[in-house]
T-cell receptor, first 114, second 112 residues
Framework: DTGVSQDPRHKITKRGQNVTFRCDPI?????LYWYRQTLGQGPEFLTY????????KSRLLSDRFSAERPKGSFSTLEIQRTEQGDSAMYLC????????????FGQGTRLTVV | EDQVTQSPEALRLQEGESSSLNCSYT??????LFWYRQDPGKGPEFLFT???AGEEKEKERLKATLTKKESFLHITAPKPEDSATYLC?????????????FGKGTKLTVNP
């Protein structure tokens, strides 16, 4: 499978715990994005990497959230001290370089905070 | 602030009954407008990108069109397997932003 891969697909955690999600982009794509989607809403942008550099962050990305993309390959999104409001689908997308290219999404990680 | 509004929120069609979904957008300058299909519990699946007013793209029973203020996704003779949520998103030019701004989607149900 050469698409965007996310792991795990589902995560249930207790409030206050830390969680980490992984995204493996399409291999030749240098741009990587994280989005969050809650029920009945469209995806909301969280952050963007070009290679290993984090170039854009949404104000939605509070201090409890951190994302990394070491070596410009896979990326991780960590949420510290989870809250019930963090329950959502976390989506990763990747995109090739160039002006007119499309973003391809992974299957997402469904987070439930209990 | 860039904004995308999709209508209707939900649409029920009989198999073979053609219709259109609307995506109205407000953006400082449009770099691209994107249509995605999303099945329950899955990530969005890319359908089309449109870049300038007057542009049209087709794929099987779907056709996307673009004006300066809105885009339409026309579905011709839909089948039950076309049932999904259809998402519209825009990317703005300028400011160096790479983000896509999504609408809430239109949930399409096609009954056999």
């Amino acid at each position: 499978d050469t698409g965007v891969s996310q792991d795990p697909r589902h995560k249930i955690t207790k409030r206050g715990q830390n969680v980490t999600f992984r995204c493996d982009p399409i291999s030749e794509h240098n741009r990587l994005y994280w989005y969050r989607q809650t029920l009945g809403q469209g995806p909301e942008f969280l952050t963007y990497f070009q290679n290993e550099a984090q170039l854009e962050k949404s104000r939605l990305l509070s201090d409890r959230f951190s994302a990394e993309r070491p070596k410009g390959s896979f990326s991780t999104l960590e949420i510290q001290r989870t809250e019930q409001g963090d329950s959502a689908m976390y989506l990763c997308a990747s995109r090739a370089g160039g002006t007119n290219t499309e973003a391809f999404f992974g299957q997402g990680t469904r987070l439930t905070v209990v | 602030e860039d904004q995308v509004t999709q209508s209707p929120e939900a649409l029920r069609l009989q198999e073979g009954e053609s219709s259109s979904l609307n995506c109205s957008y407000t953006v400082s300058g449009l770099r691209g407008l994107f249509w995605y299909r999303q099945d329950p519990g899955k990530g969005p699946e890319f359908l089309f990108t449109l870049y300038s007013a007057g542009e049209e793209k087709e794929k099987e029973r779907l056709k996307a069109t673009l004006t300066k203020k809105e885009s339409f996704l026309h579905i011709t003779a839909p089948k039950p397997e076309d049932s999904a949520t259809y998402l519209c998103a825009v990317q703005a030019v300028g400011g160096g932003s790479e983000k896509l701004v999504f609408g809430k989607g239109t949930k399409l149900t096609v009954n056999p």
